[in-house]
């Protein structure tokens, strides 16, 4: 890619990120959450790729931690949805971390966790499939 | 009790998850884990049933309280119309993971695999046990996505094509199903099943509801191969690897077709004649063209595939006779015995189908061909397979004293009861069509002159023997759901589920 493209992807690249942070740790209160917070951060990551060129070794070891980190995010969420089984009145899914106040950023109990494990996952997700394109296409060449 | 009903979704989603990373490391695992978590779920499921327990269970995902009467939460219901797919979901499943042991081994990439199998399951046990429509929907897309990817896990020409006819058909019936549950949700404002009966019975009659039925008729309808809708079917259930095949025809058009359709035709909907005469009609042209289509055909899988359309014709035509002897408030009895057939023979096909293809999977396995006018003669080579594959013939073909011949037994029975005299002779002809087909399978494979270009002839690895003989033995011994005794346990909750 150009100079212009590289440029203005290592400016704009941060903002992206910490926006989606923004919009998964905010999922609670404001419109958004996991998902979309998760696809914007996948953005930030597809965007480098692109401007930075596409080293088939690097990317292959990319998708393979990707692949992992989304197993690891589905099996976290698991995880906090089960311990309700042993926590509080022993029902799948309860919500037993305290509420706190409403409108506060550390409130609703398990709820914004949960939004972190699914921003991970479709942050994984979505970059995996990218990735997996991505070398299909070098390979086929 | 209850509190065990999440694990049928819990356990095979975090099989499915440990699998990429476990197996990395130990490349045993997946194969391993898979059929054990199966076999944990179906222990659960018998141990259930035996209990005795005639109240259905509910269980409140997240522990919320209805809110003046109305449900918020999203209910996992178990009843005895769920109680028995679970269990035949998860037998066939772990049979089928079993018999993957040996079978997947000439595969690459068998982590993916199996981590998309457990997530079918998980699909499926959702599907089967949820109260409430938009989870069903998404359980549904589980089951059905990871179908789409196992029926091109070939990757070759004809897996994919067959794979993407199946994603643009399914997706189609994906839109249709949510385009009716979002009018359903316009129309009555909650998406509890229960409730939205509750509703639905005070509303009464209106043309609104109609247009939903046959969105879902048309929906389901695809998702189950009923005849208009078949053209998926065969070239997918033919191209997917032989445990899946017997998984897709055996179980998922089931769990996520005509279980869906009934469930909400009979216990949400109010019964009318009008769709229970569509229901009829649709059964009977997939029961006749099936089974006519399937005696040409030439591929040993494709057959079979035919012939799964026929055999859900059969469970359909059951459960249409019920609906149109109740919406016309005839016997509640003759209602009963119609629908008792279906469920009968929808266990029963989920049983011998699945041996079918195993046993189609043997002889690929052994022969590398599938192709019936090139086999003959395996008899002598394989006494096992020809042994389950007569088996499975006879029991689909409704010869006595195999489990098929009880269930269409009973059907037959049932329509001339209701003075359906032209169903019930219909239901026998195709019968003897079946019988023909099979016999033509069974003589092209095992019993002809042995041909000289097959060179060798493997042998069938110890799995895919055992989880065959497994389902022969069943083939027999599910004869015996018809003893009074037992079919009051097995059978009778889940009719009496449906009428009321």
Known sequence: ?141 | MESFLPLYMVTPLAAAFLIPLVGRVFSAFARTITPLVFLLLLILGIHYLLSGISSPLTYEVGGWQPVNGIPIAIYLVLDGFSTILLITINLIAFLAAFYSISYMKKYTAENNYYTLFCLMVAGMNGVVLTGDLFNLYVFLEIAAISSYALVAFGVEKTELEASFKYQVLGGMASLLILLAIGLLYWATSTLNITDISHILMIQGDNKIILFIQILLITGFGLKAAMVPFHAWLPDAHSSAPSPISAMLSGILIKAIGVYVLFRLLFNMFTLTYEIALTITVLAVLSMVIGGILAIGQQDYKRLLAYSSISQVGYILLAMGIGMMVLAQNGAKEIAALAILGGLFHLINHAVFKGLMFMNAGAVEHATGIRDLAKLGGLAKWLPLTSATSFTGSMAISGIPPFSGFFSKLIIIIAAIQANYYLLAFLAALVSIITLAYFLKLQKNIFYATFPEHIERVRKIPFTMKCSMVMLAILCLAMSLLIIPGIRDIVLIPAVEVLID
Do not use: W
């Open chain 1, 1 to 141: 890619m150009t100079s212009i493209v590289k440029t203005v992807t290592r400016l704009v690249v941060g903002v992206i990120f910490i926006y989606g942070i923004y919009i998964i740790l905010h999922g609670h209160l404001t419109p958004g959450g996991g998902f979309a917070g998760g696809a914007i951060i996948a953005g930030a990551f597809i965007l480098l790729v692109l401007a930075y060129g596409s080293d088939m070794l690097k990317l292959k070891a990319k998708e393979a931690g990707s692949s992992v980190m989304e197993s690891l995010a589905i099996l976290a969420f698991l995880l906090m949805a089960v311990v309700a089984f042993f926590l509080g009145t022993k029902v799948f899914f309860h919500n037993y971390l305290p509420k706190g106040i409403i409108g506060d950023l550390i409130s609703a109990g398990v709820i914004p966790l949960y939004n972190i494990a699914v921003g991970i996952e479709v942050a994984a997700a979505l970059f995996t499939i990218f990735l997996a394109l991505v070398i299909f296409k070098e390979e086929s060449k």
